[in-house]
């Protein structure tokens, strides 16, 4: 590159008329326009897509020539800089409440238990030493083994790997913020989650959610499909219900198949607007890593704002048999699926077994919320290089 450039950049446009030449170069997401009285030889031989430098206003150099198509990729540097400006903002918002930044591992042995998920797998490799590792669905147990040996206030934006999982919403590999609260409950995360939204409109200057409301799954249920849905609610009721509501369910075996494809077609549909709506207490096989309330409720929480679905909260489930319960119970929907099968983590439950503190967590999309604030409608506008 010429120390004496007036200009450089990728030539977008090239108009040539009377001896003139006129080049609009693009640069750094910029346009600059550089015009010659009398076109430099070298200019001849000038394509669109050339990365040139003009020295002088008689001399052109070709820095690199343009010999193929670019990918079909957009290098969108305001959305960029907003992205980073917005991540910044999160990681502030949670060290001005004193919570401790945790990295925790991109090779797992096990990516999390959750059935509907696909993984990736790959190979550890050392010498004679072969161990099978996943790419994480996301940081949890590791999250969860920190409060088992101390921490207290931990937070993660961690990158996720889904298999399977490419929409307008997803991408199979994205980022989820990760806190925990140790000795805490849901409430606390419930109003961490109003708080990180209430400060990234302030100083991002977006406008707040209208309302903020709370429904339990059961009075949604109640309201948008004249249902008294209780915890003891069976799949025969629910496959009854999904016929009355002409709900397609014909692929569904399980009760949370029955479930999932009613709440997904009736009433998650409905979640949309300005309002930031928290939906509370699922049913008990809905329950995941979360406590049963004394009434048998899921004590887990989902909050939706923009009609996008923002994150997954839990009363978190600190008894070790039933965890290795439920995590059993995982791993044979997965099989039923055809999944890929893998092997619980013998180190989380040697941290249960030890003793995990009564604590709340949540996860959330970091591209769901950003896609909320921006009113952007598809997570692949987020990134120069989604799949």
């Given amino acids: 590159m010429p120390a004496d450039a007036k200009a450089a950049g990728r030539i977008y446009q090239i108009v040539r008329e009377a001896g003139e030449l006129e080049i609009t170069l693009i640069r750094d997401g910029k346009e600059q326009i550089v015009s010659f009285e009398k076109a430099p030889p070298q200019s001849e031989f000038l394509i669109e897509g050339d990365i040139v430098a003009a020295v002088s206003a008689t001399e052109l150099i070709l820095l690199a020539p343009n010999k193929a198509a670019l990918p079909n990729r957009t290098y969108n540097k305001d959305i960029l800089e907003k992205w980073n400006r917005y991540v910044e903002e999160v990681r502030h918002f949670f060290r001005r409440k004193d919570f401790v930044e945790v990295k925790t591992p991109s090779l797992v042995v096990c990516p999390g238990t959750e059935p509907s998920l696909d993984v990736f797998l ?129 692929s569904a075996e399980s009760i949370d198949d029955f479930f999932f494809l009613i709440f997904m077609e009736k009433i998650e549909s409905q979640l949309h607007g300005e309002d930031l709506i928290f939906v509370e207490k699922y049913p008990p096989y809905q329950a995941a890593l979360a406590r049963l309330t004394p009434d048998g409720w899921g004590d887990r929480f989902e909050a939706y704002w923009q009609g996008l679905e923002l994150c997954n909260a839990f009363h978190e489930l600190n008894d070790p048999q039933i965890q290795r319960q439920r995590s059993e119970e995982d791993l044979e929907k997965k099989q039923q699926s055809h999944k890929e099968m893998i092997a619980l983590d013998p180190e989380f439950f040697q941290c249960l077994d030890a003793g995990l503190p009564p604590s709340g967590g949540v996860a959330l999309g970091v591209e769901r919320l950003f896609m909320a604030l921006h009113g952007i409608r598809n997570i692949s506008d987020i990134s120069v290089f989604p799949k």
Avoid at 148 to 161: D, Q, T
Avoid at 186 to 200: A, N
């Fill in 122 to 250: 790959t190979e550890l490799k050392v010498g004679s030493r072969k161990e099978k590792l996943y790419l994480p669905t996301s940081p949890e147990l590791h999250l969860k083994k920190a409060l088992a040996l101390g921490a207290e206030k931990i937070f993660e934006i961690a990158p996720c790997f889904r298999n399977g999982e490419v929409t307008e919403r997803h991408q199979p590999e994205f980022n989820m913020l990760e806190w925990y609260r140790a000795y805490d409950n849901l409430g606390t995360i419930k109003q961490d989650v109003i708080d990180l939204v209430q400060h990234l409109v302030k100083v991002l200057k977006f406008p707040a959610p209208r309302k903020i409301l709370s429904y339990s799954v059961a009075e949604l249920f109640k309201i948008h499909c004249g249902f008294d849905f209780t915890p003891e609610t069976t799949k025969e009721e629910l496959k009854a219900l999904a016929q009355k509501l002409n709900v397609d369910v014909h």
